[in-house]
């Protein structure tokens, strides 16, 4: 069993190092929908360092769990050598949907940063629209912290209208 | 673009295919917990015939969302060559997490049959405690049918305390 990774950062807005990171993922979003493919991209982080960034890779893979939240999860426990990713950070160009949500929580990743919000996008990027960000928070058994709207407006242009 | 599965069975009970392959689910789930493992088995039907059924392979994956319900729909969508699974069933012994529910609409699966309830079962198998199925299916943009506690009494023992 490997150490554990520390605690996720405490402050309250994200650190510099997070800031860096979804600004870097940004870019690469928008590289990858000038490209015609699906521009959205999440990274991992432990101890401001990055640990794994990845996009969307549904069409690449064939298979439609592999969202860019899930992706660099995968890769950032294949780096470490372990599924508890505890007191990393997970960082995305777009509020992360249901799935990756719960996805991250069973990482046990507790610390959320995220450019584009769900009430700022197109509806098609969430498959409850039902249910917010909010609720699942008040319903997680565990809690999380959740920074969303980070250079929000560095980005809003690809999912407004869901033609990323 | 590979021709759409057909629709769904319409029944509002488990056809006999989708209750045959929850009761082999159930028994690789058991054979599963037998040596060790986690014993939670899912299959995708088409049409009557089961596309694929696959175990949770978290451990043997290193990839924490690689839940049975998300590794039986990518073998699946490769068996079918297809992301799209609208039309299949998804059948697996317990109750999909909020992760696995959200992967299943993602693949566009409107149907879903499973043995063991929420309600039933160890709350360490939900990251959203708060939020019930029946929350999901009023909150979704598009329905879905969903037969739970089909054969429960055949499987609850492997999850009630929460030691499968």
Not at 21 to 35: F, K, M, P, S
Not at 79 to 97: E, K, N, W
Not at 104 to 116: D, K, Q, T
Request: charged fraction near 20%; include cysteine; charge should be negative.
């Amino acid at each position: 069993m490997p150490d554990p990774l520390g605690p996720p950062p405490s402050d309250p807005r994200p650190t510099e190092a997070e800031t860096a990171a979804l600004r870097d993922a940004i870019a690469q979003a928008r590289a990858v929908a000038e490209t015609g493919g699906m521009g959205i991209v999440a990274a991992v982080l432990s101890g401001g360092r990055v640990i794994a960034m990845r996009p969307n890779q549904v069409e690449e893979s064939g298979d439609p769990s592999r969202h860019a939240e899930i992706v660099a999860m995968a890769a950032a426990a294949q780096a470490l050598d372990r599924v508890d990713l505890s007191g990393a950070t997970l960082v995305t160009t777009l509020q992360p949907c249901e799935m990756c949500l719960a996805a991250m929580r069973w990482a046990g990743i507790s610390r959320l940063v995220f450019a584009a919000r769900q009430e700022a996008v197109h509806p098609k990027y969430f498959q409850f629209g039902g249910l917010t960000l909010a609720d699942f928070h008040a319903a997680a058994d565990r809690g999380f912290v959740h920074l969303g709207g980070i250079l929000e407006e560095e980005v809003i242009d690809l999912y407004a209208d869901g033609q990323e």
